[in-house]
C-alpha cells in the first residue's frame, strides 16, 4: 500500500514524494486505518494521500486540477475557480440512491397493490453485495485515494458527527474542504476513538481510461450507484463527481445516516435551513424551514428585510441537527461548514448577501463564463457591452438562446464564515432554540402563499402532506432542454 505525502494529480502519476506504507503511519488511528486498508484492497489505488485541510494543500489539489482540465481560475475574483462536468453528470441521481436494511420496511413503506413508493429506493444485502462487486474492485486504479477526515460541526461540539471519506477525485477534496471542518484537527479527534461514518466514493474511471473523458470529468453515469448501510454506517457511492453525489458529507451523511443515528440517540436531522430574525424591539427568535433544493432556502436564510428595524441573520441554508435540551426547548445546530447553492436566481436583487458570501474562496460549477473572468448566469444582469458569455458547455451563449447559459442546478461551494449575515450563534455548540417551523416549496398553482397552522399537531400533518413541483436538483427534472439528457 502506498501513502503519498505529497499532494499529488488527478492520476497520482509522478506525484508521489517520500512513499510509505500504511502501516507505518503514525497519524492514522487505528479504526481509520484498518478501514483505509480495505479500501485500498478493493479499488486498488496507485497511491493514498492523508488530507491535512491546510492553505498550502488546498492550493496544491486546485492547482492539479486545473493542470488536469477539470477547473479554471476565475481572473475576475479572488481565489474563485470554474468546474465543467460531463452533461451526464449535473444533479443528484434519486433513482440511483438506495438504502440497504435486512428488512424493506426497515427503509420505506410498502404500499398495498403494488404501487411504487415515493420515499426512497431500497435494495436488499444480497442484490447490494452484487452490485459493489460489479463496480468497486479496481475502480481507482492509477489515480489517488484521498482519505479526508471531516466533522459534520464544530470539532469538539458534542452535536459533532465524524466521518472519513476516501475518493479519487481532487475536485471533491477541494469541495469537501469547504462544506465540512477536513483535516488533520478531526484526525486528532479521531485518535481518541470516536465513532466515524466510514464514506468510500469512487468516479468510476480507472486508469489508462477506455474512452475519453467529456469536459476533463471523470464519472461513469451508466453505473452509478449512491448506497447507504445505516446498521453499518457506511455510505459507498460510485460513478458521480458531482454535488450531493460524491460531497458524501451532506445529503448522504448529514441527512440520511444521520436520520439513522438520530433516530437511535433521540435528535432529528432535517433538511432546513435555520435563521435568526430580530424585531425592531430588538427580540430575537430563531426559525427553522423545511422546503426542497432549488426551491429559495439560501434567499430566505440570507434575507434582507424590507421592513424598517427588522434584522435576519443565517445559521445555515440547507440542514438542521436538532434536539431538545434538558429544559424541553429545541435546538440545532448547521452541521456544515459552508454553502452549496443553486446559482441560476441568485442575484443582488434576490440575494445580495450571497453575492457577497461567495466574491472570494468559491468553487463554482456548471455556471456560465464571461470573457473578463467572471461567472454568469439566469437571473443576473447582462455583462457590459463588449464582454462575451461561455456556456456550461464551455461554447459561445448569446442572450435569447434556446439553450440557458448556466445549467438550471449550476452551484456556488462558498465557506459560511463569509457570509456578511452570520449568526453570532452559527457555532454554538449547545445550538440556538428554535421557535417557529416553516414548511414551503415551489407550487405555482393550488395553495396560498402563507398560512398558518393551528397548532403542531396540525402542522405536523401539514408538513408531512406538503409537497412541491420537481426542480433541477435532481436528475434534470425542471427544464425540457436535450441538453440534460441523463
Known amino acids: 500500500t502506498l501513502i503519498q505525502t505529497h499532494t499529488g494529480l488527478q492520476g497520482g502519476v509522478g506525484a508521489s514524494v517520500g512513499v510509505r506504507s500504511l502501516a507505518s503511519i503514525p497519524s492514522l488511528p487505528p479504526a481509520v486505518a484498518e478501514y483505509v486498508k480495505g479500501a485500498v484492497e478493493e479499488c486498488k489505488p496507485s497511491g493514498v494521500h492523508v488530507v491535512t485541510g491546510t492553505p498550502q494543500e488546498t492550493a496544491n489539489i486546485l492547482a492539479g486540477l486545473q493542470k488536469e482540465g477539470m477547473v479554471k481560475k476565475l481572473p475576475k475574483y479572488e481565489n474563485c475557480w470554474l468546474a465543467r462536468t460531463d452533461p ?6 434519486e433513482s440511483k440512491t438506495v438504502i440497504v436494511t435486512k428488512n424493506q420496511r426497515d427503509t420505506i413503506p410498502i404500499p398495498a397493490g403494488g404501487v411504487k413508493s415515493q420515499l426512497g429506493n431500497w435494495m436488499s444485502e444480497s442484490d447490494w453485495q452484487k452490485a459493489r462487486q460489479e463496480r468497486f474492485p479496481g475502480s481507482m486504479a492509477g489515480r489517488t485515494m484521498y482519505v479526508i477526515p471531516f466533522s459534520m460541526g464544530p470539532v469538539g461540539s458534542s452535536l459533532t458527527k465524524y466521518g472519513v471519506q476516501v475518493t479519487d477525485s481532487p475536485y471533491v477534496v477541494a469541495s469537501m474542504g469547504i462544506m465540512t471542518r477536513m483535516g488533520t484537527p478531526v484526525l486528532n479527534k479521531l485518535a481518541e476513538g470516536v465513532e466515524f461514518v466510514r464514506c468510500q466514493h469512487t468516479v468510476g474511471r480507472p486508469l489508462p481510461l477506455k474512452a475519453p473523458l467529456v469536459n476533463s470529468w471523470p464519472c461513469n453515469p451508466d453505473k452509478v450507484l449512491i448506497s447507504h448501510l445505516p446498521d453499518t454506517r457506511q455510505i459507498l457511492s460510485f460513478g458521480s463527481g458531482y454535488g450531493g453525489n460524491s460531497l458524501l458529507g451532506k445529503k448522504c451523511f448529514a441527512l440520511r445516516i444521520a436520520s439513522r443515528i438520530a433516530k437511535d440517540e433521540g435528535w432529528l436531522a432535517e433538511h432546513m435551513l435555520i435563521l435568526g430574525i430580530t424585531n425592531p424591539q430588538g427580540v430575537k427568535r430563531y426559525v427553522a424551514a423545511a422546503f426542497p433544493s432549488a426551491c429559495g432556502k439560501t434567499n430566505l436564510a440570507m434575507m434582507k ?10 445559521v445555515g441554508d440547507d440542514i438542521a441537527w436538532m434536539k431538545f435540551d434538558s429544559q424541553g426547548k429545541l435546538r440545532a445546530i448547521n452541521p456544515e461548514n459552508g454553502f452549496f ?24 460549477t456548471n455556471v456560465g463564463e464571461t470573457s473578463d473572468g467572471g461567472v454568469w448566469w439566469e437571473g443576473l444582469n447582462p455583462p457590459p457591452a463588449g464582454v462575451t458569455l461561455t456556456d456550461w458547455h464551455g461554447k459561445t451563449w448569446k442572450q435569447g438562446s434556446s439553450t440557458t447559459c448556466a445549467h438550471p442546478n449550476s452551484r456556488f ?4 464564515a463569509q457570509c456578511p449575515i452570520i449568526d453570532p450563534q452559527w457555532e454554538s455548540e449547545e445550538g440556538v432554540p428554535i421557535d417557529a417551523i416553516i414548511f414551503g416549496g415551489r407550487r405555482p398553482e393550488g395553495v396560498p402563499l402563507v398560512y398558518e397552522s393551528f397548532n403542531w399537531q396540525h402542522g405536523v400533518f401539514v408538513g408531512a402532506a406538503m409537497r412541491s413541483e420537481a426542480t433541477a436538483a435532481a436528475e434534470h427534472k425542471g427544464t425540457n432542454s436535450d441538453d440534460f439528457r441523463r
Open 305 to 314: 428585510p424590507s421592513l424598517p428595524g427588522w434584522k435576519v441573520e443565517c
Open 88 to 93: 451526464k453528470d449535473v444533479a443528484r441521481v
Open 341 to 364: 447553492g443553486v446559482a441560476p436566481g441568485t442575484s443582488d436583487k434576490t440575494n445580495p448577501y450571497a453575492m457577497a458570501t461567495i466574491a472570494k474562496n468559491t468553487v463554482f
Open 413 to 416: 461551494c462558498a465557506p459560511a
